[in-house]
Nanobody, 118 residues
């Protein structure tokens, strides 16, 4: 099993920045994808950004150019640097770990609140 611990959420004014971190522990396949999803009140959970252990990244169109995902494979940690934050970025942000080796496996963090005031 994989456990995910997130940190870095909080309250920030529009235009500000925050950095989220997510550390994975447990039995971790070296081939995996880690990423961030978010869920605003009354909305479905949506992809923010993902990064594979091989270095490929993917972003939602709404955050491209403002958010940067990175990871430290040695520490099994993924980061999300969020710049130029907007009120519409307000949501609970969830870390996700996903692998297919040796078997499909999906884990979620507990979520961290990000609130952007206008």
């Amino acid at each position: 099993q994989v456990q995910l611990v997130e940190s870095g959420g909080g309250l920030v004014q529009a235009g500000g920045s925050l950095r989220l971190s997510c550390a994975a522990s447990g039995t971790i396949s070296s081939i995996n994808t880690m990423g961030w999803y978010r869920q605003a009140p009354g909305k479905q959970r949506e992809l923010v950004a993902t990064a594979t252990s091989g270095g490929f990244t993917n972003y939602a169109a709404s955050v491209k150019g403002r958010f940067t995902i990175s990871r430290d494979n040695a520490k099994n940690t993924v980061y999300l640097q969020m710049n130029s934050l907007k009120p519409e970025d307000t949501a609970v942000y969830y870390c996700n770990f996903r692998t297919r080796i040796p078997l499909p496996y999906d884990a979620w963090g507990q979520g961290t609140q990000v609130t952007v005031s206008s």
